[in-house]
């Protein structure tokens, strides 16, 4: 654990996140006090699940019987007690293997998503991971117990980026499966059809879950920088195209970037939040510049 924790969680970085909170805007299943809001209030709850006894913590909700067999100190957390539910969902397509500079965009999705998991879990929410691609998808449901950081890290360790983009697929299939709104991350280079994008987030939205979009991208695909003349060969369906950089760049830049306003613009619309995130920025930069923007926000 200690080694994975190390390759996906920079001590220094999380010493910084300590001090940072993620916070969400619309209303969600759950609450934490100064923190979270809850649309349930005075009706009955159920026993969802043990966590470890902080200092601090309300004695009330102490389970005596499991202190008595194991020395130990459990809290009994309820339905109603759960904190934001939280779903990170991992791209991870054959393109998401792309890399200019050493650091693939697959590497740097992993390594949000292991930062946020950290902050999440620290703050007592409930988080879980959804790694997708060719329209099927691995669910980890949340949950908010300490040692349930352990289980998210193993399965960021073993991604594989491999196969086709069905981005729509997956994400309608996860969004029937998630019945309680929470809020739902999405780490992805958003290589697919952008109305099948749009409608993939309109499903969550439609269901009032929270979304923030990382669109995660390799500077050169928004660049171009590329000198040569050279055969680019497409990750996913093996097509080759032989060009000259230089002789479209002006127009392929062009072209991606009305790509990704249109990608912002439906976020907007839909109030998803979209941050752009190039995997030449340190992404504890990019998460921290994006925490501190959301808390001045809130």
Not at 106 to 114: I, T, V
Not at 143 to 150: A, D, E, V
Request: net charge positive; with cysteine; proline share 3%.
């Amino acid at each position: 654990m200690a080694k994975t924790s190390q390759r996906l969680l920079d001590p220094h970085f999380v010493s910084k996140l300590a001090r940072l909170d993620l916070r969400a805007r619309l209303v969600v299943d759950g609450f934490l006090t100064g923190l979270h809001k809850s649309p349930y209030h005075g009706f009955s709850v159920e026993f969802a699940e043990h966590r470890q006894y902080m200092p601090g913590d309300p004695l009330r909700h102490l389970d005596w019987k499991v202190l008595a067999k194991s020395d130990r100190k459990y809290l009994k957390q309820y339905e109603e007690e759960t904190n934001l539910r939280a779903t990170l969902l991992i791209d991870t397509s054959a393109s998401m293997s792309y890399s200019s500079h050493g650091l693939t965009k697959l590497d740097y999705a992993r390594q949000l998503a292991a930062s946020l998991a950290y902050l999440m879990l620290r703050q007592k929410d409930a988080v879980g991971m959804y790694a997708f691609a060719n329209g099927r998808g691995e669910l980890i449901p949340p949950r908010s117990t300490p040692s349930h950081l352990r289980q998210l890290l193993v399965l960021l360790e073993r991604l594989e980026a491999a196969g086709g983009t069905d981005f729509a697929s997956s994400l309608h299939a996860l969004a029937e499966r998630v019945k309680q709104r929470g809020l739902i991350v999405i780490l992805s280079d958003l290589l697919d059809d952008t109305e099948r994008i749009a409608s993939a987030i309109h499903h969550f939205r439609h269901r009032k879950h929270e979304v923030l979009v990382f669109h995660v991208l390799d500077p050169q695909e928004t660049t171009f920088q590329f000198e040569r003349e050279a055969t680019y060969i497409d990750l996913e369906s093996g097509d080759r195209v032989t060009t000259r950089p230089q002789e479209l760049r002006v127009d392929y830049r062009s072209r991606v970037k009305g790509w990704m306003d249109k990608i912002r613009e439906f976020c907007v619309e839909k109030q998803a939040d979209y941050v752009a995130v190039s995997t030449d920025t340190p992404y504890d930069r990019a998460l921290l510049e994006y925490l501190s923007k959301r808390a001045r926000l809130l």
